[in-house]
């Protein structure tokens, strides 16, 4: 099993929507490290630390677990998408998207604060200056560290 970090902007699409819908398709994501990682290393089961971006304060709000493997993101050949792609196309869709699906929500965000004052978490990619991925691999014993701070522990 791997473990992930994705990233998300609430006022678009946050924990609660997710919890709301059960599931839903990551779709969007244009950069192509990113896209590897859902078409080359992504399962079904793998778990994700669902974090808030453009928040304040951004962190981890809770919980998803991927329940579809990577397919192709059909807004990349939508012309009214914002996520519209002129290359894509369905012989060559270019851009994939995984479904994630609800797991659970932190009785409290484990904020981007919290997660540098945390020395254990130090090797986190998202802590990285200048790395800005969506979706990041996540080493699992700091999915777990992330996981217990986010329960209250």
């Known amino acids: 099993m791997n473990y992930?970090?994705?990233?998300t902007e609430p006022d678009v699409y946050s924990i609660e929507d997710l919890r709301r819908d059960g599931s839903t398709g990551w779709e969007g994501v244009r950069n192509y490290q990113a896209r590897n990682f859902m078409r080359d290393e992504m399962a079904t089961g793998d778990l994700v630390l669902v974090y808030h971006s453009n928040a304040k304060p951004?962190?981890?709000?809770?919980?998803g677990r991927i329940v579809r493997e990577a397919h192709p993101d059909l807004s990349a050949q939508d012309p009214d998408s914002p996520y519209f792609d002129a290359k894509a196309s369905p012989d060559n869709p270019r851009w994939l998207q995984v479904e994630v699906g609800y797991v659970e929500t932190f009785d409290r965000m484990v904020s981007l604060d919290r997660l540098r004052s945390d020395q254990a978490l130090s090797g986190m990619m998202v802590l990285r200056k200048g790395c800005r991925l969506s979706i990041q691999p996540v080493a699992r014993r700091d999915f777990e560290r992330v996981v217990k701070i986010g329960r209250g522990g």
Do not use: R
Not at 4 to 7: A, E, S, T, Y
């Open 58 to 63: 951004p962190g981890v709000a809770g919980v």
């Open 4 to 7: 992930w970090l994705m990233k």
